[in-house]
């Protein structure tokens, strides 16, 4: 008995959850990868912590670069994964040269020097991020061409 | 044919030597098993060997033996693949030297990629305008051998529901009886990071477990023969924060953390646990992307801030805005805020991705020019394992002029705005079911109040953002005109602005008392509170109430918080209600034990 009423006043605290869903724009760009919230302000007021999740509960372990035209010059299959899944973070990090998007990165390029891999990659920001279009493909070939 | 018979006979004399040793009932194997009493809590028919297997763990102990022992899939099928660590305790522990040869590719790939070494606990803090996620979220991260922790794997319990299709109550409701699947997942721990800290503004507290190697890769494997399998999602009971807890009892069985647990499993809770039990070595704090434009805010201050509103909103040139400011730290700052706001208004849909992306890039590109530059420091908040438990028990005087009382009270749940907010959210309330008892010589014993529900969410306005301030309380009050005990419906909603120091709000308010049809009405709510450090808070609130009926009514109230230790707390009140019979003054002295 208590179980239910206890869970009757949960019901009416706990409410909506909001709906989370990918961005689903091919090509690998800028913004591909950001996680939209769809939301309104009343609905995220009474979210739920339920930490429903739709669909993809699968293990996995890749984030994949399904969809991504493949590197020309890079043949690390991680380093993709990981570029693919973070255009924006790490485009962030390259124009402010530092952060652990980058650092993240040279660990995955076996790049000793860390500090002078981010240097480089923001003095040719321009060379790498060469559109506001640029994909993952040409955004690490162009690391590689650039600062390895 | 041969070889047949002699699997079988192997496979008795191992069934025989499992029966001596009692295997079966080895603490162990009931972790394997997900067994709590006498079933286990998974309820995937895939999960288990014999059809009885959830209800009798012998059976299963002498089918897993039989089919380990006897293959007839050779590849990722294979038991041996699908059941690794069953597998590896049985052979330890039956000392079977050979296994029938099986090539567990999947597998392999897998530990070969996540690399186990190390394991953390995260724990997701509150959402501002969502006082319900104050109980938060917790999930584990196997850490390889990579330094950069993004490169971790996360391994999180949820249900599966399908939020697109289900909305508010059914949600709720599935949710707290079991009607939704719970399935363990395992992802990047770069794309985990993305739900928590991007979309939803939650802070993620890390907290560094002490596991071994060998106790990380046992706990790996178990997740793997969980992989896909459900259990019904209990909301309450068996949710993700209890879920985690068996997988740290499989990496090291001495430890026994869901027995701390009655009925409910709070996220916070496990935190507990954790370090009750010498579990947690280091702590590291994530900000949200909110703490980092908050950040951005403060140092770049009220007039370059709203600069970067408007750059932000496309209505000047980058050019223009940075040519108001002198110091290249202060452009750097502003390009760097840019961004953030540029992502954050791209994930609430205020901008579309074209516009996202050609400002993004352009802001980015100019920002390329600058140099490094200073980081941005942001201040870390109190560590939630330093807030108070949910549960209440509070014993409170209360001095009237006439007469007193003496009042004993009991909360299960949780945290209100009178309460020391250390570790937890400011401005965040969210309570069931107070009950609070009061005796007078006069009246002997009698029920002061009971609050069914009471939710607020003061959230501070500030340049960058502008959520709203809402309240709603169900129960029943002593605060009418009358000093009768009447249940009272009060939905608020209005604005806050504040900064370190502390903040205020006004709020509109509608309520209605169940009495007469003329005891509803509106009220405005101003209120106040002042942070003196982290012993004392002041709380200061004034309501002003229209009824249906003509006649208004005043109410004031001031609390003064003194906070003795994490979970005690003395408050010394002053409360003021105006009734039909004039004015009643009060002054309580409340104790407070969190538990």
């Known amino acids: 008995m208590k179980k239910i009423i206890v869970s009757v006043v949960a019901v009416l605290a706990l409410g909506t959850v909001a709906s989370a869903t990918i961005n689903n724009q091919t090509g690998c760009g800028l913004g591909s990868q950001i996680i939209k919230d769809d939301s309104s302000a009343v609905m995220l007021s009474i979210q739920a912590t339920l930490n429903g999740t739709s669909g993809n509960q699968t293990f996995g372990i890749t984030s994949g670069t399904s969809g991504c035209t493949k590197t020309k010059l890079v043949m690390n299959e991680r380093a993709a994964e990981f570029v693919a899944s973070n255009m924006d973070q790490l485009a962030k990090d390259v124009a402010v040269g530092r952060g652990e998007s980058v650092n993240t990165l040279a660990e995955l390029l076996a790049v000793e020097d860390k500090a002078a891999f981010a240097a480089s990659l923001q003095s040719n920001y321009n060379a790498i991020y060469t559109s506001k279009n640029a994909k993952m493909a040409d955004v690490l070939d162009n690391i590689a061409t650039v600062a390895l | 044919m041969l070889a047949a018979l002699h699997a079988e006979n192997s496979i008795k004399i191992y069934q025989e030597k499992a029966r001596e040793l009692h295997l079966s009932q080895e603490r162990y194997w009931h972790l394997l098993l997900h067994v709590n009493g006498s079933e286990s809590e998974i309820d995937d028919a895939r999960f288990f060997l014999s059809e009885k297997g959830k209800y009798d763990p012998d059976d299963e102990l002498n089918a897993t033996i039989a089919a380990l022992l006897h293959e007839e899939r050779f590849d990722d099928n294979a038991t041996a693949c699908r059941f690794p660590a069953r597998k590896a305790w049985l052979k330890e522990r039956l000392a079977i030297e050979t296994f029938p040869q099986t090539q567990c590719t999947e597998l392999n790939s897998m530990l070969q990629k996540v690399d186990p070494k ?26 390889s051998s990579y330094d950069s922790k993004l490169l971790s794997h996360a391994i999180n319990y949820a249900a599966a529901a399908n939020s697109a299709t289900e909305g508010g109550v059914t949600f709720a409701v599935k949710g707290l009886f079991g009607g939704y699947k719970g399935f363990y997942s395992m992802l990047p721990y770069y794309d985990k990071l993305k739900e928590y800290s991007d979309t939803e503004q939650r802070d993620i507290w890390e907290y560094e477990l002490n596991l071994s190697e060998a106790e990380v890769r046992r706990m790996l494997l178990h997740v793997w023969e969980l ?28 430890v026994h953390l869901r027995e701390k647990f009655f009925y409910h499993v709070m996220p916070l809770n496990t935190v507990f646990a954790l370090e009750e039990e010498g579990l947690v070595v280091r702590k590291h704090y994530r900000p949200s992307k909110r703490q980092k434009l908050l950040a951005y805010e403060a ?37 760097e805020a840019s961004s953030e706001l540029l992502e954050y208004w791209f994930i609430e849909n205020k901008i579309s991705a074209s516009e996202y992306k050609e400002r993004f890039h352009a802001t980015l590109q100019q920002r390329s020019t600058l140099g490094r530059g200073a980081s941005l420091a942001i201040d870390e908040p109190r560590n939630p394992d330093r807030s108070h438990r949910a549960n209440l028990v509070t014993f409170q005087v209360d001095f009237r002029s006439d007469r007193h009382y003496y009042l004993l009270g009991f909360r299960p749940v949780y945290h209100t705005l009178l309460d020391s907010d250390l570790g937890l959210l400011r401005g965040t309330q969210i309570e069931f079911l107070k009950l609070l008892l009061r005796y007078s010589r006069e009246e002997k014993v009698n029920i002061d109040a009971f609050k069914l529900l009471s939710l607020a969410s003061i959230a501070q306005r500030s340049i960058f953002f502008k959520p709203f301030s809402w309240r709603a309380d169900f129960g029943w009050n002593r605060n009418y005109q009358m000093e009768k005990l009447l249940f009272e419906t009060s939905l608020s909603a209005g604005g806050s602005w504040g900064n370190t120091w502390g903040y205020w709000y006004v709020l509109g308010n509608l309520f209605a008392y169940v009495h007469r049809a003329e005891s509803m009405g509106v009220g405005v709510i101003v209120g106040a509170t002042a942070y003196e450090g982290e012993r004392f808070k002041t709380n200061i609130e004034y309501t002003e109430r229209l009824f249906a009926d003509g006649t208004t009514q005043r109410l004031f109230t001031v609390s003064q918080l003194w906070r003795l230790s994490t979970n005690q707390a003395v408050k010394l009140q002053y409360h003021d209600i105006e009734r039909f019979s004039g004015e009643s003054r009060s002054i309580k002295v409340v104790f407070d034990y969190f538990f």
């Not at chain 2, 896909?228 to 909301?235: G, K, L, S």
């Not at chain 2, 370059?304 to 040519?323: I, M, N």
């Open chain 2, 118 to 143: 190390s394991a953390t606990f995260v724990f997701p803090s509150a959402h501002i305008n969502s006082p319900a996620s104050m109980f938060g979220h917790t999930f584990l991260r196997i850490d």
């Open chain 2, 227 to 254: 992989g896909n399998r459900y259990q019904w999602y209990y909301f309450f009971d068996e949710n993700c924060s209890y879920n985690m807890l068996w997988l740290i009892e499989i990496a090291r069985p001495d």
């Open chain 2, 299 to 335: 140092v770049l201050g009220e007039e370059h801030s709203k600069a970067v509103v408007a750059l932000t909103q496309g209505e000047v040139s980058l050019d223009a805005v940075l040519k108001k400011m002198e110091s290249i730290q202060t452009k750097r700052y502003a390009l």
